[in-house]
């Protein structure tokens, strides 16, 4: 796997996602290591990727465990416009779903609010995205985009995971060329970063995609937690809840756990 990121480029088709990829058997978080090139003025697409993390983290702080070799790891830097800073989860999440769907048609990927990416109910990819605030006036902020995809991963005997994760080898029974798959995401992730910048309404076709609306769902948010009607999302990507005094909460960040319970 050692000379995984110069395979990668050499069959890559991006102008510059991906370009360079950085590939590092083993890192305490490819978060930190785009963070420290960022802050060093490397350009935008710069990616840096991992067999193994021992600080791997999702939202919220959350471990995100894997074995090594086993998944892809990877984190992207991106200089996004003000305009659109905000959308990056949201672009993420419908190359994450396009990037499975090319790999294999056959597997179910579902959008679940904010950042998941499930098939047949279990989470197979997450997104976790960090903001570093520009101090210069008319420069972007960067953005670190990190990506979590199950990928050969046998979840089933990870017995922490197993009842809310999967994996791609888990669902087909075949083992992924991870080469071929970090060359698929980095062009899915161009290709959906460059809707983005011309102004595709991507908000409107995530919402569309997302299996959370219209469902019963457990809201925690922050120290509060609450069960409600999720019922639509806003400009922001915040998830709008009917709580069951008919009132409504808009959830900017937490979890919304799909619950089975009718509510009236």
């Known amino acids: ?19 360079p990829f950085l590939y590092m058997e083993t890192t305490e978080s490819t978060q930190n290591e785009v963070a420290r090139h960022a802050v060093n003025g490397a350009s935008e697409g710069l990616a840096v990727g991992a067999g193994y993390q021992s600080q791997g983290r999702g ?10 070799g086993s998944s892809i790891l990877v ?20 190359a994450l779903e396009s990037f499975i769907g090319e790999l294999d ?14 098939i047949q109910g279990k989470k197979v990819a997450g997104i976790l995205v960090e903001r570093i605030k520009s101090d210069e006036p008319g420069i ?16 089933s005997k990870i017995p922490e995971i197993s009842d809310i994760s999967t994996s791609i080898y888990n669902f087909t029974g075949e083992k992924v060329d991870l080469i071929g798959g970090y060359k698929l ?5 161009e290709k959906y970063y460059e809707s983005l910048k011309m102004g595709t309404d991507l908000l409107s076709i995530w919402k569309n995609k997302l299996i959370t609306i219209g469902k019963p769902v ?13 019922e ?15 009132s409504l909460t808009s959830v900017i960040a937490g979890d919304a756990l799909i619950v089975s319970e009718q509510i009236t």
Request: hydrophobic content about 45%; cysteine-free.
């Open 59 to 68: 939202r919220l702080d959350r471990e995100w465990i894997s074995t090594e």
């Open 75 to 94: 984190s992207v830097l991106l200089r996004p416009h003000e305009d659109y800073v905000n959308q990056i989860v949201i672009m993420a999440a419908l």
């Open 1 to 19: 796997m050692t000379n995984l990121s110069a395979s990668v480029e050499e069959i890559l088709t991006t102008d510059y996602v991906g370009r």
């Open 185 to 189: 995401l980095f062009e899915n992730l």
């Open 140 to 155: 972007n902020d960067i953005v670190i985009l990190g990506m979590g995809i199950n990928m050969n991963l046998d979840t």
């Open 218 to 230: 457990q809201i925690a948010n922050g120290g509060e937690e609450f069960i409600g009607i999720a």
């Open 105 to 118: 048609n056959g597997i179910p990927a579902q959008i679940k609010w904010p950042n998941d990416i499930l």
């Open 232 to 246: 639509d999302v806003d400009h922001t990507g915040s998830l709008i809840v009917r709580r069951q005094d008919g």
